[in-house]
């Protein structure tokens, strides 16, 4: 089973969509760090992903006290924030796809050969598996856009293009 770490914005982009439930019943182990699920304030959006936390569907992974020297010096090396650098390391250390839209933590973490995702290629997964159709990815799209996905213009028209077809 391939492994996913989702940072936070992420994890709001599925709550947003309301896809969070589908997404987490394919066949991904989904991780993230206790101080990514910290960074969640806002008290709907926790109180839709805790179920899934748990139940085991997202597992919650402390950081190592060896693990924080490196979690540091990436974090000032590239700008990246602390807790999105333990996503990062995460990702690195499990071999996992990072799931983020923080388009800062995806040029560093590539930079160190880790693969990463975003919220499009989730919709993509959810859409090629047959999971939601077509239409529901489109009103799942625009919804994370109105909530305030920072997405890019251009792909997301391909995919209204794509999906509308």
């Not at 006290?65 to 333990?86: C, L, Q, R």
């Not at 990702?91 to 800062?104: F, N, P, V, W």
């Amino acid at each position: 089973m391939k492994i996913v770490v989702e940072d936070a914005n992420v994890l709001l982009d599925l709550v947003n969509g309301g896809i969070l439930g589908t997404w987490l019943g394919l066949d991904y182990e989904n991780y993230t760090t206790h101080i990514v699920w910290n960074e969640v304030s806002n008290t709907r959006q926790r109180e839709h992903v805790q179920p899934f936390i748990d139940s085991g569907l997202i597992r919650l992974r402390d950081i190592a006290p060896d693990s924080w020297e490196a979690i540091y010096a990436f974090s000032s090396e590239t700008g990246v924030s602390v807790p999105d650098s333990s996503v990062w390391l995460l990702a690195r250390s499990e071999g996992a796809i990072l799931l983020t839209g923080d388009s800062k933590l995806r040029k560093s973490a590539r930079a160190t050969d880790v693969e990463v995702r975003g919220v499009l290629w989730v919709l993509d997964e959810l859409v090629s598996l047959s999971k939601i159709s077509a239409l529901k990815a489109c009103e799942a799209l625009e919804t994370i856009r109105k909530a305030g996905g920072f997405l890019p213009e251009d792909e997301c028209q391909k995919r209204f293009a794509k999906w509308a077809a």
